[in-house]
T-cell receptor, first 114, second 115 residues
């Protein structure tokens, strides 16, 4: 399977705990995006990477959120001190480069904060 | 700032019939891309069709076609010969040609296909 993969698919955690999600983009895609989607809503942009450089962060991304893409391949999204409002589907997408408009999505990680 | 509006939260269609989902957007830019994505229940987001704003010809992908009206800033999706597997949330999305960093999304339309 050469699509975008995300792990875990589901995560249940208690409020105040830290969680980390992983995204593996399509091989050779140098752009990677994180979105958050709550029930009944469209995705909201969180951040994106060009290779290992994080080029933009949404104001939705509070200081409890951090994302990395250390070697320009996979990316991690960490949420510290989770809150119930963080419960959502976290989507990862990748595109070939800055000239290619089509983003391909992974299956998402559904986070539930109790 | 660009916005995308999908005015139909829910739609339904009989199997084998045709349905049209509406999308309007607001932008001051002349060069951009528009997309329709499909998200089946508990499944991942899948690209259905894309349209470049500089192209006058409407995009078509098998049973899926768009009606792109640039002046009216309208981008509707037509699904012909609807199938049960077409049941999903459909999202319209916009991306600037200058700022290719992120997609701006509508709220989605939930499509039910009745047998």
């Amino acid at each position: 399977d050469t699509g975008v993969s995300q792990n875990p698919r589901h995560k249940i955690t208690k409020r105040g705990q830290n969680v980390t999600f992983r995204c593996d983009p399509i091989s050779e895609h140098n752009r990677l995006y994180w979105y958050r989607q709550t029930l009944g809503q469209g995705p909201e942009f969180l951040t994106y990477f060009q290779n290992e450089a994080q080029l933009e962060k949404s104001r939705l991304l509070s200081d409890r959120f951090s994302a990395e893409r250390p070697k320009g391949s996979f990316s991690t999204l960490e949420i510290q001190r989770t809150e119930q409002g963080d419960s959502a589907m976290y989507l990862c997408a990748s595109s070939l480069d800055q000239f290619t408009d089509t983003q391909y999505f992974g299956p998402g990680t559904r986070l539930t904060v109790l | 700032a660009q916005t995308v509006t999908q005015s139909q939260p829910e739609m339904s269609v009989q199997e084998a019939e045709t349905v049209t989902l509406s999308c309007t957007y607001d932008t001051s830019e002349s060069d951009y891309y528009l997309f329709w994505y499909k998200q089946p229940p508990s499944r991942q987001m899948i690209l259905v069709i894309r349209q470049e704003a500089y192209k006058q010809q409407n995009a078509t992908e098998n049973r899926f076609s768009v009606n792109f009206q640039k002046a009216a800033k309208s981008f509707s999706l037509k699904i012909s010969d609807s199938q049960l597997g077409d049941a999903a949330m459909y999202f319209c999305a916009y991306r600037s040609a200058r700022d290719n960093r992120k997609l701006i999304w509508g709220l989605g339309t939930s499509l039910a296909v009745n047998p």
